[in-house]
């Protein structure tokens, strides 16, 4: 069974920053890839940043102020959150496509809450 533990979430002060971490564990063979979404109350998770064989994805929103990074080694992805927006507030979750001893499939993490004060 595969495991994403999210961490690095908080309040935080509008053009502050933070960093989310999730690690990836289990009997896991390989991590094509791994990503960041968000969601909100009421509104559809939302993508906010992918990597996948080297190249990065992400939503227009945060271009310019987010970057997602990998460490493979450590089946680790990283999300670091700067000049961070109110509108930013949300439940953030990590997600990767993992193959594992139990074949491949996709997995999500529990999410972690990030508030941005105004």
């Known amino acids: 069974q595969v495991q994403l533990v999210e961490s690095g979430g908080g309040l935080v002060q509008a053009g502050g920053s933070l960093r989310l971490s999730c690690a990836a564990s289990?009997?896991?063979?390989?991590?094509?890839?791994m990503g960041w979404y968000r969601q909100t109350p009421g509104k559809q998770r939302e993508l906010v940043a992918t990597?996948?064989?080297?190249?990065?994805t992400y939503a227009d929103s945060v271009k310019g102020r987010f970057t997602i990074s990998r460490d493979s080694a450590k089946n680790t992805v990283y999300l670091q959150m700067n000049s961070l927006k109110p509108e930013d507030t949300a439940v953030y979750y990590c997600?990767?496509?993992?193959?594992?001893?139990?074949?491949?499939?996709?997995?999500w993490g529990q999410g972690t809450q990030v508030t941005v004060s105004s």
């Open positions: 289990g009997s896991i063979f390989s991590i094509t890839r």
């Open positions: 990597t996948s064989g080297g190249s990065t």
């Open positions: 997600k990767t496509d993992t193959f594992s001893r139990q074949g491949f499939a996709t997995y």
